[in-house]
Nanobody
Framework: QVQLVESGGGLVQAGGSLRLSCAAS????????MGWFRQVPGKEREFVAQ???????DYSDPVKGRFTISRDNAKDTVYLRMNRLKPEDTAVYYC??????????????WGQGTQVTVSS
């Protein structure tokens, strides 16, 4: 059974930082892209960032320059460092594993989601 276990969400003031982690297990993830999406109630889930097996990264425009995605292939774990957080970043953040596409992913596996709330 494939599982993506997320951690690191929480409440932070605007301008602060958080680091999300997602540990994948249950199969071999060689050559898969790993990334993050986020969703606000009533809106579509949107792509945030992804990192390929090689370490190449891709970010959506709203987070470029503020968020950094990375992965530890030996641990099948992906991280999202979020700096200079804004209230607009408030959302449920979902870890994703699948095939990378330009500015999105074809997602094969989803995490359960972790809440990030940024207060003004």
């Amino acid at each position: 059974q494939v599982q993506l276990v997320e951690s690191g969400g929480g409440l932070v003031q605007a301008g602060g930082s958080l680091r999300l982690s997602c540990a994948a297990s249950g199969r071999t993830f060689s050559n898969y892209a790993m990334g993050w999406f986020r969703q606000v109630p009533g809106k579509e889930r949107e792509f945030v960032a992804q990192v390929w097996w090689s370490g190449t990264t891709d970010y959506s425009d709203p987070v470029k320059g503020r968020f950094t995605i990375s992965r530890d292939n030996a641990k099948d774990t992906v991280y999202l460092r979020m700096n200079r957080l804004k209230p607009e970043d408030t959302a449920v953040y979902y870890c994703a594993v699948g095939v990378g596409r330009r500015a999105t992913m074809r997602v094969d596996y989803w995490g359960q989601g972790t809440q990030v709330t940024v207060s003004s």
